[in-house]
């Protein structure tokens, strides 16, 4: 192979990296404008549903956790455009059974009413669950739930503070002594 002949290939190969990166980096963002994409109010909102769903009790609830924002990346980055419609829904759904029950907003709701109309929504997603087909997409709730549960636990917070945190574990002993009450390990 010729010098001129090599600077050729790594020309075209470094030019395709660059050229590349722009379109695999875009490629991985899936918002659209098809009325997928959240707002501030909308985070607000998903940090309230958080913070009922994990309240702050002696370790801080799912809203110092960020759990809003969490929802929105998750969403709108790894779920398909039918699951962002349906969670987009959703959120319009919760505010609207919250108006329709309390005449209240669901912001603006009490804590207890919040816990009652979630332990509702509960019930309503399990029995969906139930009869729901392979190729249905899941109920809003459940998805609310499952990313609250998600991003508290795998955040710092859920990590070192929700449960007991050893940054450099010892030995594996399977038989640890447990009292009722204690947190499990990160």
């Known amino acids: 192979m010729q010098r001129r002949e090599a600077v050729k290939y790594i020309s075209l190969l470094f030019g395709g990296t660059v050229v ?17 994409s959240f707002s501030e109010s909308d ?12 309240p702050a009790t002696g370790t801080p609830g799912a809203k110092a956790a960020g759990i809003g924002t969490f929802m929105t990346v998750m969403v709108s ?11 987009k829904k959703g ?4 505010d609207d059974v ?35 087909k392979t190729e249905d997409a899941s109920h809003y709730f459940r998805m609310m739930k ?24 010892g030995k594996f002993d399977a038989c640890i002594p447990y009292k009722k009450g204690d947190r499990s390990f990160s």
């Open 91 to 94: 959120m319009k759904k919760l």
């Open 146 to 169: 499952e990313l609250t549960l998600l991003g508290y636990f795998t955040s710092e917070i859920g990590i070192k503070q929700a449960r007991r945190y050893s940054p450099v574990p």
């Open 98 to 132: 919250s108006l329709k029950q309390f005449n209240l907003n669901f912001i603006k709701a009490s804590p207890k009413q919040r816990a009652e109309l979630l332990v509702q929504l509960d019930k309503e997603q399990k029995e969906y669950m139930k009869n729901k």
């Open 20 to 36: 590349g990166a722009g379109s695999f980096i875009t490629g991985c963002n899936t918002k659209s404008n098809d009325g997928t």
């Open 43 to 54: 985070i607000a909102f998903l940090d309230e549903v958080g913070e009922t769903i994990l």
């Open 77 to 87: 980055d790894c779920y398909e455009t039918e699951n962002q419609k349906v969670f």
